[in-house]
């Protein structure tokens, strides 16, 4: 069976520390994609980064940055220097074969002042 | 602007009603993607159009349906609602299965 594992429900940290969100995934698809996206309070979905399955690179981009790795199946989301705005539920999402999303449950990220 | 228009944004209705929720895709999307945000089942694909056709059904209630017209646009129809009902909907839209993008959703409020 196909799924995502966000074994975090909540995360509460003071600004400007660092924080990582986990994700763990099982497929059976040699082939697939991750991806993260945030929800903020005003509820849309905001797309933050896709990984296809072939390219373990670490990505960073500005304060954030993703670490892929395979061979345990993770693909872990970190924010340095955070920030208030970055307050959040973040979600781990795997693509199918039928280019159908499957979530993870989210992880609630609470940025205090 | 996504690009993805959803209609209404809100909607408040009576249990045993139906409603009829609404998606344009992006110019150019030929895919269009349901999914339903419950708190007690979190998010959850719904239903995959292709260019008029379904392609993929999720777990989707045998109340709801769903179509995408020539036009390319779509519609989910939910019927005979529950409390239980009550989410945001979000539809999606994509060329080839890739550039997911989203619309900002309705938030489906059954009373």
């Known amino acids: 069976a196909q799924k995502v594992t966000q074994a975090q429900t909540e995360i509460s940290v003071v600004e400007k520390e660092d924080v990582t969100l986990d994700c763990v995934y099982e497929?059976?698809?040699?082939?697939?994609?991750l991806f993260w996206y945030k929800q903020p309070p005003s509820g849309e979905l905001v797309f933050l980064i896709r990984?296809?399955?072939?390219d373990e690179q670490n990505e960073i981009s500005g304060r954030y940055s993703w670490n892929f790795q395979k061979s345990t199946s993770s693909f872990n989301f970190t924010i340095t220097a955070s920030q208030v705005v970055d307050s959040a539920v973040y979600f781990c999402?795997?693509?199918?074969?039928?280019?159908?999303?499957?979530w993870g449950a989210g992880t609630k990220l609470i940025i205090k002042p | 602007d996504s690009g993805v228009t959803q209609t209404p944004k809100h909607l408040i209705t009576a249990t045993g009603q139906r409603v009829t929720l609404r998606c344009s895709p992006r110019?150019?999307?030929?895919?269009v993607y349901w999914y339903q945000q419950s708190l007690d089942q979190g998010l959850q694909f719904l239903i995959h159009?292709?260019?008029?056709?379904?392609?993929a059904k999720g777990n989707i209630l045998e109340r709801f349906s769903a179509q995408q017209f020539p036009d390319l646009h779509s519609e989910l129809n939910l019927s005979s609602l529950e409390l239980g009902d009550s989410a945001l909907y979000f539809c999606?839209?994509?060329?080839?299965?890739?550039?997911?993008?989203f619309g900002s959703g309705t938030r489906l409020t059954v009373v």
């Open positions: 110019s150019g999307d030929l895919s």
């Open positions: 990984r296809n399955s072939f």
């Open positions: 497929t059976r698809d040699t082939t697939y994609y």
């Open positions: 999402a795997l693509m199918d074969s039928n280019y159908q999303l499957i």
């Open positions: 999606a839209s994509s060329v080839g299965g890739l550039g997911y993008t």
């Open positions: 159009y292709y260019n008029g056709e379904e392609r």
